[in-house]
């Protein structure tokens, strides 16, 4: 007989059987994920995920009471940094803006030599690397936000910076150590160098492509290793991403039809990432898809991600990341602005007051977090809502124009 009980986090255990995170807004299957905790790695992704209590099956595994192992000691989360003052935001901000315009250019660059055939600058790769995981580690929601405004032209090497510092962000979420960190964001960076060797017109084609076409653009993970490999000071791990950034942990990605852990762990992140900054941003044949929803599909999706990676790239984004568009229970439409790392639920956002016309907008920043503040997230909007209010880009530019002229939220 089934026999379900409510623990904390911190008390799951190798032998137990999960059955899934408690918390109030978890409302697709993905989060129900049963299984048998077999590693003290599992522990550790299970604690990492950011849920206080969770669900185990005393019928299929170990209770609580005779547990003496707690099965890991493994590094503990990076404690969430402490909020930022607003004036040392928009600072940070400045300087996400100033990295990303930098990065835009090495990044153009560097496709444009790989094109040729030429030299790849690893040690201006690692110095670019260097910046974005800095501006990162003092407050990732700037870089977060700025890696959002890219057009469907400038996609594969704004795509690049955009994975990057996802990485970056992602890997300290995991715990890992300031070393790990660059190296993530490196193999992000280079995940994708391989399409420089796509021809254009495959890789910008607006609309469907050709059975062959997308065999062509298959080609670029393998594209990219081989070039890469002729380089000495290439490490390996950045090597492992770039060729098997497009694995799933069901075996049928490409183009190694890897499985679970034969894939190794930065391309597992990365594929996570990848596909995130994929779906969200706008593409020369589709639209960009809403953030929030963007995540929900993607817990949707068996087979395809390492779950507890993708669940700690939930916590590191956000279950509203920054630019999803939500509805507040006073009925205002509002756009997300800030992750609020003590409470997902509550981030700031930009609340819409009229809607009448895209033009008449008149908007307020509220933080949700806010002692006094009593309005919450009801819903989030989807994207069909975005595409119909012509919201994405001008969203965008209002969020950065708010951080100039609002006022503190917090006060
Ligand atoms: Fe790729
Ligand atoms: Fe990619």
């Known amino acids: 007989m089934t026999q379900i009980k409510k623990i904390s986090v911190s008390d799951l255990a190798v032998g137990m059987y999960f059955s899934g995170f408690d918390a109030p807004w978890i409302d697709n299957p993905f989060w129900r994920t049963k299984f048998l905790i077999e590693h003290a790695a599992d522990v550790t992704r299970a604690r990492n995920a950011g849920f206080e209590f969770c669900w185990i099956d005393t019928s299929l595994g170990r209770d609580v009471s005779v547990v003496t192992d707690t099965g890991t000691d493994e590094a503990a989360i990076a404690p969430p940094a402490p909020p930022m003052p607003e004036n040392e935001y928009r600072e940070e901000l400045n300087e996400a803006l100033r990295i990303y315009e930098s990065a835009k250019e090495s990044t153009q660059q560097m496709f444009k030599q790989a094109r040729l055939g030429k030299t790849l600058d690893v040690e201006r790769c690692q110095d670019l690397v260097e910046e974005i995981a800095a501006s990162v580690t003092r407050n990732s929601n700037a870089l977060l936000s700025i890696i959002r405004l890219k057009r469907a032209d400038e996609y594969t090497y704004l795509h690049s910076i955009a994975v990057c510092t996802m990485m970056v962000a992602l890997a300290r979420t995991m715990g890992m150590d300031t070393i790990a960190c660059k190296e993530a964001g490196l193999a992000g960076y280079l995940h994708d160098v391989g399409k420089a060797f796509i021809p254009l017109d495959v890789l910008n084609k607006p609309g469907k492509l050709t059975d062959q076409e997308f065999r062509i653009i ?131 956002v930009k609340a819409f007051t009229t809607a009448l016309s895209i033009e008449a907008l008149e908007s307020e920043i509220i933080d949700l977090s806010a002692p006094d503040q009593d309005d919450v997230i009801i819903e989030r909007s989807g994207q069909d809502w975005i595409r119909s209010n012509g919201l994405v880009l001008d969203s965008l530019k209002a969020l950065l124009e708010g951080f100039e002229s609002a006022p503190d939220p917090g006060q």
């Open 218 to 348: 298959q080609r670029h993970p393998t594209l990219g290793y081989e070039y890469l490999s002729g380089f000495a000071g290439v490490p390996d791990y950045v090597l492992d991403v770039c060729l098997h950034h497009h694995e799933k942990i069901d075996g049928s990605g490409y183009p190694g039809r890897q499985q679970g852990n034969q894939i190794d762990l930065y391309s597992r992140m990365a594929a996570v990432c990848d596909v995130y900054d994929a779906i969200t941003s706008d593409r020369s044949y589709k639209a960009a898809w809403d953030p929030a929803e963007s995540l929900a599909r993607m817990a949707s999706w068996t087979g395809h991600f390492d779950r507890p990676i993708f669940l700690t790239f939930v916590k590191t984004l956000g279950i509203y990341p920054i630019g999803s568009i939500v509805k507040l229970r006073s009925g205002r439409t509002a756009l997300v602005i800030r992750q609020n790392h003590k409470d997902l639920t509550k981030p700031v």
